[in-house]
């Protein structure tokens, strides 16, 4: 089984950039489709980006724009460019892929204003 281990977290004033990463354990180069998702305080998680095997990409509105994913294959790492960050990014953010039963300790993004 795959673990996933994000970091890349920190604080960060708004309009500010920050770049999370995900390390996978194992190959991810079969695994359909990796994304990310955050988990506000007091709030559900939700799904704040998509990127295919083949490298087709979807992204929340709230996030459109502003964030990239990407995924390195050969490396086994899902990344997560986020610009222009608001004070509503303020999440704890953690790395997912189909099939992988498994969330990883997440990593924590707080925006101050």
């Known amino acids: 089984q795959v673990q996933l281990v994000e970091s890349g977290g920190g604080l960060v004033q708004a309009g500010g950039s920050l770049r999370l990463s995900c390390a996978a354990s194992?190959?991810?180069?079969?695994?359909?489709?990796m994304g990310w998702y955050r988990q506000a305080p007091g709030k559900q998680r939700v799904l704040v980006a998509t990127?295919?095997?083949?490298?087709?990409?979807n992204y929340a509105d709230s996030v459109k724009g502003r964030f990239t994913i990407s995924r390195d294959n050969a490396k086994n790492m899902v990344y997560l460019q986020m610009n222009s960050l608001k004070p509503e990014d303020t999440a704890v953010y953690y790395c997912?892929?189909?099939?992988?039963?498994?969330w990883g300790q997440g990593t924590q993004v707080t925006v101050s204003s």
């Open positions: 194992g190959s991810i180069f079969r695994i359909s489709v």
């Open positions: 990127i295919t095997s083949g490298g087709t990409t």
């Open positions: 997912w892929g189909s099939g992988i039963n498994d």
